[in-house]
């Protein structure tokens, strides 16, 4: 079945550091590529998002990259500060139909001062 | 104004017991959702519905029962809860399908089962 695999769990980094989160999927027929925050006691919110003809997409301090050959696709913020602390999902839906979105394992991001 | 609002916002209750918890959005799209978050904060999907009708139910036990008497609306109702149904249920919507673009989640539904 459908799966997405995120890494890592857990990324503890410097304020002004750069943190990098990966994601593999296994359905080719995904085709939309949302990353979400969610911090803590709050509801996950989009971020950015990226669809499956186009390879790389920024926005300020985010940007995320899609391989679609290999199915990785990632989360580069630079500059972090401490409010990027948070729980970051990816996720993938897949094509014309699909209504579910399968979201990776979340990954805790911790900036520190 | 909220987008998508779900009511209540905390549930404790013994298990054996019965729950309902009510979402509803005002942003005029056509799909809305069930996720559960459990406690290593994995967001899994539970059900699907596009106007009103269902589309995915993605294997949840027959006690869980979705109800969408609009397609502004999506209710849950859960029988004879049990210790392991303790977690975050947050309701979603968006305009189309999933692969056409953003979730909006309401503000979750905390349910602890004693």
């Known amino acids: 079945g459908e799966n997405v695999e995120q890494h890592p769990s857990t990324l503890s980094v410097q304020e002004g550091d750069s943190a990098v989160i990966k994601c593999t999927y296994s359905d080719s027929a995904s085709n939309y590529f949302p990353w979400y925050k969610q911090e803590l006691g709050k509801r996950p919110q989009l971020i950015i998002d990226?669809?499956?003809?186009?390879g790389e997409k920024k926005d300020q301090r985010i940007a995320v990259t899609l391989n679609k050959t290999a199915k990785h696709f990632s989360l580069h913020i630079t500059e972090t500060q401490p409010e990027d602390s948070a729980v970051y999902f990816c996720?993938?839906?897949?094509?014309?139909?699909?209504?579910?979105?399968?979201f990776g394992a979340g990954t805790r991001l911790f900036v520190k001062a | 104004d909220t987008a998508v609002s779900q009511t209540p916002k905390y549930l404790v209750t013994q298990m054996g017991n019965d729950k309902s918890i009510k979402c509803e959005q005002n942003?005029?799209?056509?799909?809305m959702y069930w996720y559960k978050q459990d406690s290593k904060k994995f967001l899994k999907i539970m059900f699907s519905y596009n106007n009103k009708e269902l589309i995915i139910n993605e294997t949840v036990p027959n006690r869980f029962s979705p109800k969408s008497p609009d397609k502004a609306h999506l209710n849950l109702h859960i029988n004879s809860l049990e210790l392991g149904d303790s977690a975050v249920y947050f309701c979603?919507?968006?305009?189309?399908?999933?692969?056409?673009?953003?979730?909006?989640f309401g503000e979750g539904s905390r349910l602890t089962v004693l």
């Open positions: 990226i669809r499956s003809n186009v």
């Open positions: 996720a993938a839906s897949r094509g014309a139909g699909g209504f579910k979105t399968i």
């Open positions: 942003l005029g799209h056509d799909t």
């Open positions: 979603a919507s968006s305009q189309g399908p999933a692969n056409t673009g953003e979730l909006f």
